[in-house]
């Protein structure tokens, strides 16, 4: 399985405001997936992206893949106390069937 | 709604006995796989079904069995538990890697 380094490690903000969370890799991905684990669950997928240098937003919630396939970053405005939760990228490469996951980011927003 | 349905959601065990874990899809997915998590880490693969064709991590213990019967459910049995398999047991499926995964909500288990 490919590296995914994930930064920072633990993001606590105030409501209102805005972060980003980042999913470095020296390796090429077929595609990224972001995913979202609130304590005492599954994961969740949140987005899939495919395309060099796409771009997804979903809500207030804005996904980016790296024109080179290798790393890729969620963005969140005006954050909110239910986005709080443990954030996952995940990679995929061309036949594989598995997923290599970065360590993922604690986000807790404080209302 | 198709879905991934663990049981149980919480399993208490004694050190040293027999556990088993039980995951079911109504997603008629291809590929189910079995991870480890603990603490907020990142989750772990344990092993991974093809169809029925079984795939185990070269660092999974020994200790840790699968069986998949059908193309629904498959059991994740742990011999001897001991008090470092203590976690959350994430059961997931997927028609394959760049369609994303599809995880149940957990097993929590304890060992005392």
């Known amino acids: 399985t490919q590296l995914l380094e994930q930064s920072p490690q633990f993001l606590s903000i105030q409501e209102g405001e805005n972060l980003t969370v980042y999913c470095n890799s020296s390796?090429?991905?077929?595609?990224l997936q972001w995913y979202r684990q609130e304590p005492g669950e599954g994961p969740v997928l949140l987005v899939t992206v495919v395309t060099g240098g796409e771009v997804k937003k979903l809500k207030r919630l804005t996904f980016q893949f790296g024109d080179a396939r290798k790393d890729s970053s969620l963005h969140i405005t005006a954050a909110q106390p239910g986005d709080t939760g443990l954030y996952l990228c995940a990679g995929a490469v061309w036949d594989d069937y598995k997923l290599s996951f970065g360590a993922g980011t604690t986000v807790t927003v404080r209302a | 709604d198709a879905m991934v349905i663990q049981n149980p959601r919480y399993q208490v065990t004694q050190f040293g006995k027999p556990v088993t874990l039980s995951c079911s899809q109504t997603?008629?997915?291809?590929?189910m796989y079995w991870y480890q998590q603990k603490s907020s880490q990142a989750p772990k693969l344990l092993f991974h079904?093809?169809?029925?064709?079984?795939?185990n991590e070269a660092d999974t213990p020994d200790n840790f069995q699968s069986r998949r019967p059908n193309t629904s459910f498959c059991f994740l049995d742990i011999r001897s538990p001991g008090l470092g398999d203590a976690a959350m047991y994430l059961c997931a499926t997927s028609r394959g890697g760049d369609y994303g995964y599809t995880f149940g909500s957990g097993t929590r288990l304890t060992v005392v």
């Open positions: 079904y093809y169809d029925k064709d079984f795939n």
């Open positions: 390796s090429v991905f077929s595609s």
């Open positions: 997603l008629n997915h291809n590929v």
